[in-house]
């Protein structure tokens, strides 16, 4: 297939004003996913369990309300609509500089394959299945740990997913995520830009531990180090004042998830 029936055909889709409703509702869903993993945070940092705070146990609480398949459901659509927005994005991209084009390329289809990972566990959930992002995540590191030349590699998915936090928290402090909003005037457009701050410096956070985590699990030789976000997460209820950091952490991402709402109505797709 030549490149110019490539750019034609995700021309074609990003015009598809069913892909742009699909992929405002994958925003939506995305709030209620962090919303949720935010609750289940706070709860953990307040002593009172509130199971995995990670995508799974996120799915597992939706699961369990009333018409929770239907909107794992919803998810699956929505999430899966956006990570394809966002491969439609990256075979768009026209930034005149070489390094940058590729380097926005390579963000989006990571973005997207973010998104199809949660769509993926919602989609376990909704058929009726179960699954634990922390084991996952451990057997993977396990895997890794043990091929040739393992260790160096798992630093580097710790340094690379540690970039990731970063990038969150910059993001965040530095407002660049108005770059992709079409803001309203006065305090509308000023309450999300707070949200969206304060969402993706915790998120940032809570990225850049389990990065931490991975590069951890490298240097002890240890893959149970590696336990995903929800291992970061009660990774910082362990340090000192660790149950409000993780409060706040928790907080936070409830924050992302509004933010996320509000992405679903001023994201310009």
Do not use: N
């Amino acid at each position: 297939m030549s490149s110019d029936t490539v750019r034609s055909t995700a021309g074609a889709a990003r015009d598809s004003r069913a892909l742009r409703t699909l992929a405002r509702v994958g925003y939506a869903v995305l709030g209620v996913v962090h919303v949720v993993i935010g609750a289940i945070a706070i709860s953990v940092a307040i002593g009172g369990g509130g199971g995995r705070a990670d995508q799974s146990g996120a799915m597992e609480q939706i699961a369990r309300v009333p018409f929770g398949v239907v909107v794992l459901w919803v998810i699956v659509l929505g999430l899966a609509a956006l990570g394809i927005w966002k491969i439609v994005e990256a075979f768009l991209e026209r930034d005149s500089d070489a390094k940058k084009r590729w380097g926005h390329r390579v963000t989006k289809v990571g973005t997207a394959i973010a998104y199809f990972a949660i769509a993926a566990t919602a989609l376990v959930y909704a058929l009726g299945g179960r699954s634990d992002s922390s084991q996952s995540t451990t057997s993977l590191s396990a895997s890794v740990l043990a091929a040739p030349g393992g260790v160096v590699l798992l630093v580097l998915v710790g340094l690379v997913v540690l970039g990731v936090g970063v990038a969150f928290f910059v993001r965040g402090i530095r407002k660049d995520f108005e770059q992709h909003l079409s803001l309203p005037a006065g305090k509308a457009g000023d309450g999300i830009r707070v949200l969206g701050t304060a969402g993706y410096v915790a998120k940032g956070i809570a990225v850049a531990v389990v990065g931490v985590l991975f590069a951890l699990a490298a240097l002890t030789h240890d893959p149970d180090k590696a336990g995903g976000l929800d291992a970061a997460l009660k990774t910082l209820a362990e340090l000192p004042f660790g149950q409000v950091i993780l409060w706040l952490v928790g907080a936070g991402l409830i924050l992302y998830g509004l933010f996320c709402f509000a992405r679903a109505r001023y994201e310009r797709l």
